[in-house]
C-alpha cells in the first residue's frame, strides 16, 4: 500500500472549515484514498473514502487532485467534538488498515 | 455506538495471570481485526482473520493467542505479558468483498485498556 504524509497537527476556529491535507505520491491506480478520525481513547471512526472522484457524506467532504497523488479532507463547519487526530490512508480493497501518525486537529472556541 | 462490542474496557493484570479480550460484532460482517495501540504510537495491525481463518498475524509474540469461533466472536488470550504490552487492544470487522472495486471500512470497537503491572 502507498505511503502517506500528513501535517502531525493542525488547529481551526470553531465554526470554520477544516481542511486536512494528505500526500500520497505513490499512489497505484487501484488504491482507494480513506479517511479515519479518532477521538481521545475512542476506537478510530470511519469518515470518507474515494478512488478518483470528490466526494461528499454527512461528516465530510473529500478532495483528491487529477493526478491522486494528494488528497484534502474538508470539515465544513468544525465544531469542538472534531479535535481528533485524522488519519489518511491508501489502500487495495480488501487490504488491511496500516494507520500512520495522523493529524491531530484541534478545534479552537 | 458502531455494532463492535469489546469487553473488558479496562483490565490490569500481573505478568504471570492468563485473560482474555472479548470482541463481538453485531453487523453481519465476514472478517475481524485486532490492533494495539501503545502510547503516542499509530495503530499496528496484529491478526486479521476472514470468514473466521486467520489470514494475516503480523509477527507478534506468542503470548498473544487469537481466536475466532464464528463470524461475530474474536478474542484474543494473553499470558505471561510484559510491562511494554501495556496498550489500547482494538477490535474492528468489516465486511470483506471480491474484487478491486468493492470497498470496506472498518468499524472500530471502544477498545480494552489494558495494564500490566
Known amino acids: 500500500d502507498a505511503k502517506t504524509t500528513q501535517p502531525p497537527s493542525m488547529d481551526c476556529a470553531e465554526g470554520r472549515a477544516a481542511n486536512l491535507p494528505c500526500n500520497h505520491s505513490?499512489?497505484?491506480?487501484?488504491?482507494?484514498v480513506y479517511w479515519y478520525r479518532q477521538i481521545h481513547s475512542q476506537g478510530p471512526q470511519y469518515i470518507i473514502h474515494g478512488l478518483k472522484n470528490n466526494e461528499t457524506n454527512e461528516m465530510a467532504s473529500l478532495i483528491i487532485t487529477e493526478d491522486r497523488k494528494s488528497s484534502t479532507l474538508i470539515l465544513p463547519h468544525a465544531t469542538l467534538r472534531d479535535t481528533a487526530v485524522y488519519y489518511c490512508?491508501?489502500?487495495?480493497?480488501?487490504?488491511?488498515?496500516?494507520f500512520g501518525a495522523g493529524t491531530r486537529l484541534t478545534v479552537k472556541p | 455506538e458502531t455494532g463492535v462490542t469489546q469487553t473488558p474496557r479496562h483490565l490490569v493484570m500481573g505478568m504471570t495471570n492468563k485473560k482474555s479480550l472479548k470482541c463481538e460484532q453485531h453487523l453481519g460482517h465476514n472478517a475481524m481485526y485486532w490492533y494495539k495501540q501503545s502510547a503516542k504510537k499509530p495503530l499496528e495491525l496484529m491478526f486479521v482473520y476472514s470468514l473466521e481463518e486467520r489470514v494475516e498475524n503480523n509477527s507478534v509474540p506468542s503470548r498473544f493467542s487469537p481466536e475466532c469461533p464464528n463470524s461475530s466472536h474474536l478474542f484474543l488470550h494473553l499470558h505471561t505479558l510484559q510491562p511494554e504490552d501495556s496498550a489500547l487492544y482494538l477490535c474492528a470487522s468489516s465486511q470483506v468483498m471480491p474484487g478491486a472495486s468493492s470497498y470496506n471500512e472498518q468499524f472500530f470497537g471502544p477498545g480494552t485498556r489494558l495494564t500490566v503491572l
Open positions: 490512508i491508501v489502500r487495495v480493497a480488501n487490504n488491511d488498515m496500516r
Open positions: 505513490t499512489i497505484s491506480g487501484n488504491e482507494y
